[in-house]
């Protein structure tokens, strides 16, 4: 039996190692410059998405419990305070929630691990919340 998610590198593993994230990543915004209810986080980044991608998906890769790509690259960070000079209410989170929840329908992941990685990212988008 494999390891639960969230032990050592399982979620890295489950979610396709970072092949996995970036194609994840990539779906995301797809869903945010698509999405309706997400407009309003869209507007928020720069039109330019690669740089926003290239560092979720380096970030998603330590937080799966993978090799730590966004500090070797960027140095280190923290959710909240990245997020601080942004307004980020309930329908934000919720917005950013969305297009998570729809991106991670398209992997090819078990259901559980979509269930368990939407529950887990609720704990950090709520912590962006800045608002209301
Ligand atoms: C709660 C709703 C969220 C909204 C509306 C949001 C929006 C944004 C925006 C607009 C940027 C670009 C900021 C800029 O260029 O100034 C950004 C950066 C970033 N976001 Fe989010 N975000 C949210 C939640 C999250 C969560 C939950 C994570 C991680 C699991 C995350 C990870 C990142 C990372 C790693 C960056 C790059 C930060 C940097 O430039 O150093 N975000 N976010």
Request: negative net charge; proline residues 6%.
């Amino acid at each position: 039996m494999s390891a639960p998610y969230g032990t050592g590198d399982a979620s890295y593993l489950a979610a396709g190692q970072f092949e996995g994230l970036v194609k994840l990543v990539e779906d995301f915004y797809g869903f945010m410059q698509t999405l309706p209810q997400a407009k309003l986080i869209l507007e928020m980044h720069s039109p330019d998405l690669t740089l926003s991608k290239d560092k979720l998906a380096r970030f998603l890769s330590a937080w799966t419990g993978g090799p730590s790509l966004f500090k070797e690259k960027f140095g280190p960070i923290s959710i909240p305070s990245a997020h601080s000079h942004l307004a980020i209410g309930s329908t934000e989170r919720d917005a950013w929630l969305l297009c998570m929840e729809q991106a991670l329908a398209l992997q090819p992941y078990e259901q559980d691990f979509r269930e368990y990685l939407i529950k887990q990212l609720s704990v950090p988008a709520e912590r962006c919340r800045n608002r209301e």
